[in-house]
């Protein structure tokens, strides 16, 4: 199945790993609904790429955002495709604080909201959407590919939450690939390591150094693009189908 002439919505769309995506999808000829909560950026990008995207406001936990964003990507064509990217949140912190609290159990559940509940939430009614449309060659209909971290396997220390939110997203995986089967609709994880998005950027070139010093090769953080071609190619290849695959230069998270 190919990107032209079929439509994919991108959570977080507008941010690092997102933004890429969409400019990937309208590069190899399809459309794109750029589903996000960052008007200024998310409107300007669809401005950049003309009468093939256009920006929709969405909270992922709201469904009706979500059918608003799937009601969008109807008016230019037919959707096949989701890309979850969207993400942002997360709280340091260790499960017994170094003056003896407990951990915040809200801020554990606003994680695990955004990153899973908010992947699931999108991915039921996108599925529910892509189910309607024509199948194609192998009865395939369409293909979704969420984003976890490597992190769900090599959490480190006070992250917790984050790494428990990204577990639950491969874990997620297999089971909804196996859901869709009957379907044709395909579901594919990324789990990324240490990639250069404008917020990590924030950190500042010292810090980024030492990460890139704990990647084996190539000694540098991945880049967005890097991201983009990989979730586009899960798109079009028709045999990835409930896997999950790192992209991280072979880093593994050590513990601090």
Do not use: W
Not at 83 to 108: C, I, M, N, W, Y
Not at 114 to 143: F, S
Not at 156 to 161: E, L
């Amino acid at each position: 199945m190919n990107l032209a002439g079929n439509v994919a919505i991108v959570t977080g769309g507008a941010g690092g790993l997102g933004e890429a995506t969409v400019r990937r999808i309208v590069e190899g000829g399809g459309s794109v609904v750029i589903a996000d909560l960052a008007d200024d950026r998310g409107e300007k990008l669809a401005a950049d790429l003309g009468s093939a995207a256009r920006y929709v406001r969405t909270d992922v936990l709201d469904d009706d955002a979500v059918l608003a964003a799937i009601a969008a990507a109807g008016e230019l064509g037919t959707l096949r495709y989701a890309v979850t990217a969207h993400g942002g949140f997360g709280v340091p912190e260790k499960l017994v604080q170094r003056d003896g609290s407990p951990a915040d159990r809200g801020a554990f559940q606003k994680t695990v909201d955004l990153y899973l509940t908010g992947t699931y939430n999108v991915a039921r009614l996108v599925a529910a959407a892509i189910a309607t449309a024509e199948p194609g060659e192998d009865g395939e209909r369409g293909a979704i590919v969420t984003t976890a971290s490597i992190a769900a396997f090599e959490g480190q220390i006070g992250q917790t939450s984050y790494s428990a939110a990204k577990g639950g997203v491969v874990g997620l995986t297999l089971a909804a690939a196996r859901d869709l089967s009957s379907l044709g609709i395909r579901v594919v994880c990324i789990a990324p390591g240490t990639m250069r998005t404008p917020i990590m950027e924030s950190v500042g070139e010292e810090a980024l150094a030492k990460f890139s010093a704990a990647i084996p090769f190539p000694k540098r953080l991945g880049h967005p693009s890097e991201y983009a071609s990989l979730a586009t190619h899960i798109l079009e290849n028709s045999y990835l189908n409930g896997e999950v695959i790192r992209i991280d230069g072979a880093q593994r998270f050590q513990p601090r």
